[in-house]
């Protein structure tokens, strides 16, 4: 079972956070937005699918793969009985235990400052992404 968001690049793009990493829908970034790895996200935790959404809040393990054209980058997280999936502008990632509307999975073993400098050099060149979420 999987899921995919498609997203773009921004050139203030830095990817420095390190507990989380963000998808947002919207189209303009800040420089304050140092966990953001994408913009212009066809999708946001409140357009999951609900089998997707139900198998988190289950607890399950998620492998989350982003691609940035021939780059992929792998993230294992997992869900939690507390996730709600109710924002509808943005999706997180987090290594902590913290749950907000915006949360994805968390206990994630990497974050922004941990993606590939190359991949962040082509998000930062507005190139196209894409993120899979897979339930294990």
């Known amino acids: 079972m999987e899921e995919v968001i498609e997203f773009y690049g921004h050139p203030l793009i830095r990817a420095e956070h390190k507990s989380t990493f963000e998808l947002t829908k ?12 994408g913009v212009k996200a066809n999708k946001a935790c409140k357009d999951l ?15 989350i793969t982003v691609k940035v ?7 294992r ?13 943005s999706i ?3 290594r902590s235990k ?6 994805l999975a968390i206990e994630a073993d990497k974050a922004a400052k ?11 060149e507005g190139k196209k992404g894409s993120m899979i ?3 294990l």
């Not at 189209?27 to 790895?37: A, N, V």
């Open 98 to 103: 913290f749950i907000c509307t915006r949360t």
């Open 26 to 37: 919207e189209d303009f970034l800040t420089e304050r937005g140092d966990c953001i790895i």
């Open 77 to 89: 997280a997992k869900g939690d009985e507390r996730l709600t999936f109710k924002n509808s502008k």
């Open 114 to 124: 941990d993606f590939p400098r190359e991949m962040i050099e082509l998000l930062k």
């Open 49 to 63: 699918k609900e089998e997707i959404k139900e198998k988190l809040k289950e607890g399950k393990r998620v492998e």
């Open 69 to 75: 054209d021939k780059k992929s980058f792998f993230i």
């Open 133 to 135: 979420i897979k339930i």
């Open 92 to 94: 997180v990632v987090r």
